[in-house]
């Protein structure tokens, strides 16, 4: 009983935190449908920016707050300069956000180095429920995921921009024929997407060592999370996505190697698309 409520509290702090990386995509994926392969630079550029904050003497929190603005602004002025030329062309845009990737990872090495930096966790040692010593960060973390979640669902759900984002996600030419300006809303989906982004590689710096890729420890996972949970479902879907993807990952590890969990996660989600290709919550 022991052994498997500990397996369970692991898979839920590993579901939790995949989310968490996932809902820039999800943001931005989901909701104005573009391919955002330069998600993994947005978060690798989030624990960066926290990285030289927290080193220039800014409270931790204050310095991913920052990184996740400063990420934010970096997707504003791209969307801004290219992708919105290419809304009407998927394809393109993968290809100019692959670039994108391409281009800030080599710039990451040019300013920080190839050297691995680390982040000082700023909630250190575990927190005692029952029989169980849950560690205090990622848990901390978890539960911010859920609030994040839970706050863009009710601005999705409850407030006048978030219908207008639905509006047109339903139609955008008959939502721009009753006045939304198409334009700003896909610049603010995009800031959104790109910031909460740039927040998920700030929290998730001090778990691991920083490097030029460490987004790319997220990127084919996030992918996988919102593809299988449901493409445009922002709360169901994602946590739905990162428990099949993070969950069955560690279950999966119990029993094999972490090379072999993960080709049978990604397995496991092949054949899931197979069967329902809308994703397990019916996407738009």
Known sequence: MQFALSVAVDATLITLVLALAAFGLAVIYGLIGVINMGHGAMLTLGAYFTWAGVGAGLPFFLAVALAGLGVGLIG???EHLIIRHFYDRPFDTLL?????FLITTELIKIVFG?????????VTGAWRVGDLNLPAYRTFVCMLTLVLIAGTALVFFKTNMGIKIRALIQNREVASLLGL????TYKLVFFAGSCLAGLAGGLIAPMLSIDPYIGNVFLVRSFFVVIVGGVGQLL???L??????GGSETIFA?????VIAQAAV???????????????????
């Open 76 to 78: 504003l002025a791209f």
């Open 96 to 100: 100019l956000t692959w670039a994108f």
């Open 114 to 122: 190839s050297d691995f930096r680390n982040v000082a966790s700023p």
């Open 181 to 184: 300006n198409i334009a700003r």
């Open 236 to 238: 169901g879907g994602t």
């Open 240 to 245: 739905i996505g990162s428990f099949l993807i």
């Open 254 to 258: 119990l029993f094999s190697s972490q």
């Open 266 to 284: 990604f397995l496991l989600a092949i054949v899931l698309l197979r069967f329902r290709p809308q994703g397990i919550v019916r996407g738009r």
